[in-house]
């Protein structure tokens, strides 16, 4: 979700590559950390899933809002390996940041989703067996990721990024209802969600249809963004 800064008069140093990098596994684990430390603490407070599901979405809209307002400038605050992907294919992103992010977000994942356990006392590794596999379920993790994908680029196509802290969290929060799959809408997270048996986990066997269904919902939102977007025609830097 790259956040682009228009020419002012100070000047910007560019983040090097190391620093971009790190800045995508440390906001990719902090944001898996507010997912599934907000779901067990959720859990632990209410008997009532829907109170439960409130209490996850609101600590991952606000959670996610700091952490792209944070890392935005440093990274691009992606999180997301099939954001980092798309950025590419709209000419945003250099692909040489592709792999390296990719691969620091999906760490990063799961290094936050070991870290939710281990605050909240419960073993760092716990494979998740909550099953998730249905047609709905399917459907609504490619409606929610192409959604996101549309979201993000459809604000830098038109000059209006600095809307993206706001946009991304808000749409996601949504999301948590709108959709049957809870919207996780994000291949890392999925991933990283594996690792915890609790309120947040996805049990592996579920994992690659999310994903597939995810990278089907990218392709979408793309497809979205070209057809009902162009570029704008304000210089940024």
Do not use: K
Not at 66 to 75: E, K, R
Not at 209 to 233: D, E, K, M, N, P
């Amino acid at each position: 979700m790259e956040v682009y800064a228009y020419a002012c008069a100070v000047t910007i140093e560019t983040p090097s590559a190391l620093r971009r990098t790190t800045a995508e596994f440390v906001g990719s684990g902090a944001l898996t950390a507010i997912v599934v430390g907000s779901g067990i603490a959720a859990s632990g407070l209410s008997d009532d899933t829907g109170i439960q599901l409130l209490i996850n979405a609101i600590a991952t809209t606000f959670g996610l809002f700091v952490l792209i307002t944070v890392f935005a400038p440093i990274s691009g605050a992606h999180f997301n390996p099939l954001v980092t992907a798309a950025d590419a294919v709209f000419g945003h992103r250099s692909s040489r940041d592709v792999l390296p992010y990719m691969a620091a977000q999906i760490v990063g994942c799961i290094a936050g989703s070991l870290l939710a356990n281990i605050m909240f006392d419960r073993p760092a590794v716990a494979l998740s067996s909550t099953d998730r596999i249905t047609p709905g379920h399917l459907v609504a993790e490619a409606v929610a990721t192409a959604g996101l994908i549309f979201v993000i680029f459809a604000l830098a196509r038109t000059g209006r990024s600095h809307f993206a802290a706001g946009a991304v969290s808000t749409y996601i929060g949504a999301a948590y209802f709108f959709t049957s799959s809870t919207s996780f809408a994000n291949p890392a997270i999925t991933i990283g969600r594996m690792f915890t048996d609790t309120f947040a986990g996805i049990a592996p066997g579920s994992a690659g249809w999310f994903v597939g269904a995810q990278i089907a919902g990218a392709a979408l939102g793309c497809a979205g963004v070209l057809l009902l977007t162009s570029r704008a025609r304000t210089a940024v830097a």
